[in-house]
């Protein structure tokens, strides 16, 4: 291949790849200049960090910096009528501010703009600066050494490797949540020992492991108590986890190779150096900047057209105290922000980078963006999100932000659709593996999706993820595509969700006097519908795909769901067909009496898991199960009147072909193959390096039985029952805190005129907790004609009343 480059005022000249220019125009050049649009050559510059801004950019007289680049591109005749290649030779370009693309940046459909990588050399693009320092011996192992005036230290990154900062408890690295957690973190009797925790930060899980909260210490009171501020990363504030918790940023916390503490007053950096480092030899690095590259502009002039390809994104710092802005009605708040941030942009892309340990979220499109692609990436060690999709809150009809927010059917606008387009729209996220991000913020996803529409998401490899490997935020606009993925090993820190998550609490969700029989259409005014397909999950801490509050018009097909099955909660027009689900099956949760919902063709190998249900759906029926038990379980309620039951008859479950024979029973019922080899990535680079999930041995030997059915009792009238497996779900609390389900209360009850309904969940009298249905009797009747104060849950919002005697 031959590379042309013109120069302003110099020779022109040409070369084949790899090597030295010819010292004269060649005839392979006239063809280039014959072949190139209005007679303008495609252009090349050349950067490396061995160079000069002050040469022209050629090969052999690169320029040092990219934005030195950036301008010479701008100006260049070709802009918009011929490619332009900017070549980063390898070696790391130390950024002190980010490079930022506007709309004179743009190139054209037929003339893009690229920045790329040179063949076979690795160009790293860090947010980070290289310290060269005099190490001298401090104490126990502990190293010291100034550093510059002015320096800000977020992360330490030696020989690579990302170190902790000096925390309590210490790291350890299998446990979780926050590889280590301790409940005493910043108790009194702890911050006695600190002279000054201010600066220190606080992580804590969310009370029910619905994400995290982060704070910033600001000091201590005489008694020891610490003073903090924060606590503004989930929008469901329900306080901290009373054990889950861990400090870091405190000196005295300093005690175990591999951490560190930077003193910004006295310019002090003190660190134990890991195993196998020597503090003379390594390569430090620090962290600094938030974003390396922005796309930012508008929708009315657009960054359009400009590709990078190969490049290698480092070393950004935390913005965990900047995830403040709420989500639609969602347990999310995001950071408007990434190592590469999309706004207003149109046909860029990401292709084959790479982005390692960048502390916030490695790619975030904000707002205005349309067919931005991210393809053939990888992305690890990520401080928050993969890659983020988020909209304007501006764009979306009725906007509500609080879980709890309800609004009325009389004052909503019924326009279908958008109020405008301020938001992500037909972009792609392909071929791309993304693996152990979340590591700072859990509520952090390997791809997160809010206020978008028509987002793809196709051969992607997503495991080690604290939270779900792909997110639905709500929704608005729907319209995606979700196919060939593999997401396995997530929600592994937080709780009650799934390896995709999503929720649908746009207008009609909890609409308040909305007639029942417009909900199916209301449902609709925010969303299309969304297709998962040909895809594999794995779920060990949840369900393997959960729609849970409101997800709508979803169509869920050749999926493979290896162990927590599919739950399907308060929504409408879900289309569910030809799935495997391996040792587990369907969980329906709080259905409206008409969801419309369609589930035929599956293989359940157990019976559903139905949670205060009001309906059963459209249909559910020809499926297969494994035993007439399973089947015949809610035949009473119209389900599965034609299903069947036999061996599906996998072709080789060990070697993960779940396919089934020429004469499996499952095909008799509709069920067709699906492909069972194009599971996530097919670049054979990214290939080399994914894990594949834990596959398990389907089991058909008869079931043990799960335990005695907890039966029903009656209280003050009510047909009541404990809390029992995954209902805690359906009541938005933890597990462990349990509780009595009110089942049934006939209105003429004492609990009914006491003003208890069907679905409350009592799990407190006068203050106990109680758990069992004996539990409840004995705390009520231990009160001698006392009154009774009752705390329950209500829609999942705590209530109390009182209960004269």
């Known amino acids: 291949m031959l590379h042309v480059f013109q120069g302003r005022g110099e020779e022109m000249t040409c070369q084949p790849q790899g090597r030295r220019p010819a010292k004269s125009i060649c005839i392979t050049m006239l063809m280039a200049v014959m072949s190139c649009a209005g007679g303008v050559m495609a252009e090349e510059y050349y950067v490396d960090p061995r160079g000069s801004d002050a040469n022209p950019g050629s090969i052999d007289k690169p320029f040092r910096s990219i934005v030195r680049?950036?301008?010479?591109?701008?100006?260049?005749?070709?802009?918009?009528?011929?490619?332009?290649?900017?070549?980063?030779?390898?070696?790391?370009?130390?950024?002190?501010?980010?490079?930022?693309?506007?709309?004179?940046?743009?190139?054209?459909?037929?003339?893009?703009?690229?920045?790329?990588?040179?063949?076979?050399?690795?160009?790293?693009?860090?947010?980070?600066?290289?310290?060269?320092?005099?190490?001298?011996?401090?104490?126990?192992?502990?190293?010291?050494?100034?550093?510059?005036?002015?320096?800000?230290?977020?992360?330490?990154?030696?020989n690579g490797k990302r170190q902790p900062m000096a925390r309590y408890p210490n790291l350890q690295p299998k446990l979780l949540p926050y590889n280590g957690f301790a409940k005493d973190a910043f108790s009194r009797e702890r911050a006695a020992g600190w002279s000054d925790p201010t600066g220190g930060f606080i992580h804590a899980m969310h009370s029910h492991l619905w994400g995290g909260y982060h704070y910033r210490i600001t000091g201590k009171k005489s008694d020891h108590t610490v003073t903090y501020e924060g606590g503004w990363q989930n929008n469901r504030q329900m306080g901290m986890h009373e054990s889950f918790r861990f400090v870091e940023n405190i000196f005295e916390e300093l005690d175990t190779p591999g951490e560190w503490f930077h003193d910004g007053r006295t310019h002090t950096l003190y660190y134990y150096p890991a195993e196998g480092v020597d503090v003379k030899t390594a390569n430090v690095e620090v962290a600094g900047l938030r974003h390396l590259m922005e796309f930012r502009s508008t929708q009315e002039k657009p960054v359009r057209n400009i590709s990078l390809k190969g490049l290698v994104f480092r070393h950004t710092a935390r913005t965990f105290m900047e995830t403040r802005e709420p989500l639609l009605r969602s347990d999310w708040t995001i950071y408007r922000g990434g190592a590469v941030l999309f706004t207003g942009a149109e046909d860029c892309s990401i292709e084959a980078c790479e982005f390692d340990q960048v502390g916030g979220n490695a790619v975030f499109v904000s707002g205005y963006n349309r067919r931005i692609s991210v393809r053939e990436t990888y992305i690890h060690g990520a401080g928050a999100s993969g890659v983020c999709f988020v909209g304007g809150p501006d764009s979306v009809r009725n906007p509500l932000f609080e879980y709890n927010q309800r609004q009325s059917y009389e004052e909503i606008d019924k326009t279908r659709g958008p109020k405008n387009d301020h938001y992500p729209a037909d972009c792609f996220v392909e071929?791309?593996?993304?693996?152990?991000?979340?590591?700072?913020?859990?509520?952090?996803?390997?791809?997160?999706?809010?206020?978008?529409?028509?987002?793809?998401?196709?051969?992607?490899?997503?495991?080690?993820?604290?939270?779900?490997?792909?997110?639905?935020?709500?929704?608005?606009?729907?319209?995606?595509?979700?196919?060939?993925?593999?997401?396995?090993?997530?929600?592994?820190e937080t709780g009650d969700h799934g390896s995709f998550n999503s929720w649908g609490r746009d207008r009609f969700w909890h609409l308040e006097n909305a007639p029942a029989e417009q909900l199916p259409d209301l449902a609709q005014l925010d969303t299309e519908k969304t297709v998962i397909r040909n895809s594999r999950w794995r779920c060990d801490q949840g369900w393997?795909?959960?729609?849970?509050?409101?997800?709508?018009?979803?169509?869920?097909?050749?999926?493979?769901?290896?162990?927590?099955?599919?739950?399907?909660?308060?929504?409408?027009?879900?289309?569910?067909?030809?799935?495997?689900?391996?040792?587990?099956?369907?969980?329906?949760?709080?259905?409206?009496?008409?969801?419309?919902?369609?589930?035929?063709?599956?293989?359940?190998?157990?019976?559903?898991?139905?949670?205060?249900?009001?309906?059963?759906?459209?249909?559910?029926?020809?499926?297969?199960?494994?035993?007439?038990?399973?089947?015949?379980?809610?035949?009473?309620?119209?389900?599965?009147?034609?299903?069947?039951?036999?061996?599906?008859?996998?072709?080789?479950?060990?070697?993960?072909?779940?396919?089934?024979?020429?004469?499996?029973?499952?095909?008799?019922?509709?069920?067709?193959?699906?492909?069972?080899?194009?599971?996530?990535?097919?670049?054979?680079?990214?290939?080399?390096?994914?894990?594949?999930?834990?596959?398990?041995?389907?089991?058909?030997?008869?079931?043990?039985?799960?335990?005695?059915?907890?039966?029903?009792?009656?209280?003050?009238?009510?047909?009541?029952?404990?809390?029992?497996?995954?209902?805690?779900?359906?009541?938005?609390?933890?597990?462990?805190?349990?509780?009595?389900?009110?089942?049934?209360?006939?209105?003429?009850?004492?609990?009914?005129?006491?003003?208890?309904?069907?679905?409350?969940?009592?799990?407190?009298?006068?203050?106990?907790?109680?758990?069992?249905?004996?539990?409840?009797?004995?705390?009520?009747?231990?009160?001698?004609?006392?009154?009774?104060?009752?705390?329950?849950?209500?829609?999942?919002?705590?209530?109390?009343?009182?209960?004269?005697?």
């Open 431 to 492: 071929d791309s593996l993304i693996h152990y991000v979340s590591v700072v913020e859990k509520q952090a996803a390997g791809i997160q999706i809010s206020m978008s529409r028509g987002i793809t998401v196709r051969h992607c490899t997503i495991y080690d993820v604290g939270r779900a490997g792909i997110n639905i935020s709500e929704g608005t606009f729907g319209g995606h595509l979700i196919e060939f993925c593999d997401v396995f090993d997530t929600v592994r």
């Open 544 to 805: 393997d795909v959960d729609l849970d509050d409101g997800s709508s018009c979803y169509e869920i097909y050749n999926n493979l769901f290896l162990r927590g099955g599919l739950k399907l909660r308060e929504g409408f027009h879900r289309h569910v067909y030809n799935n495997i689900a391996v040792n587990n099956s369907l969980h329906p949760h709080v259905w409206y009496e008409n969801s419309m919902d369609v589930i035929t063709g599956n293989i359940w190998m157990t019976k559903y898991q139905p949670i205060r249900l009001n309906g059963w759906g459209k249909e559910i029926d020809r499926n297969l199960f494994l035993t007439e038990e399973d089947r015949d379980a809610y035949q009473a309620q119209g389900c599965d009147v034609h299903s069947i039951v036999g061996d599906p008859m996998f072709v080789d479950p060990t070697a993960g072909d779940y396919s089934v024979k020429d004469n499996s029973p499952a095909l008799s019922v509709g069920f067709k193959n699906f492909p069972m080899d194009q599971f996530g990535v097919q670049a054979p680079k990214l290939k080399a390096m994914a894990r594949t999930p834990v596959l398990p041995t389907p089991e058909f030997a008869e079931k043990e039985a799960e335990g005695t059915e907890v039966p029903v009792e009656q209280w003050l009238g009510a047909t009541v029952a404990p809390l029992k497996g995954e209902e805690f779900s359906a009541f938005g609390v933890r597990r462990k805190d349990g509780g009595i389900h009110l089942i049934k209360v006939p209105s003429d009850s004492q609990a009914a005129k006491a003003g208890l309904q069907a679905g409350d969940l009592i799990q407190r009298v006068n203050g106990k907790a109680v758990k069992t249905v004996t539990d409840l009797r004995e705390k009520a009747q231990t009160q001698g004609g006392k009154s009774l104060k009752i705390r329950f849950v209500r829609e999942q919002k705590r209530q109390s009343l009182i209960i004269e005697p």
């Open 69 to 158: 680049t950036q301008d010479e591109v701008r100006r260049s005749r070709a802009l918009q009528k011929s490619p332009i290649t900017v070549y980063l030779r390898g070696g790391t370009y130390y950024l002190d501010e980010a490079i930022v693309f506007s709309g004179e940046d743009s190139g054209s459909s037929n003339a893009t703009v690229t920045y790329s990588a040179y063949e076979g050399e690795k160009a790293v693009i860090s947010g980070g600066t290289r310290l060269s320092l005099d190490w001298r011996p401090y104490r126990e192992g502990i190293f010291q050494a100034k550093t510059p005036d002015g320096l800000k230290v977020d992360q330490l990154f030696v």
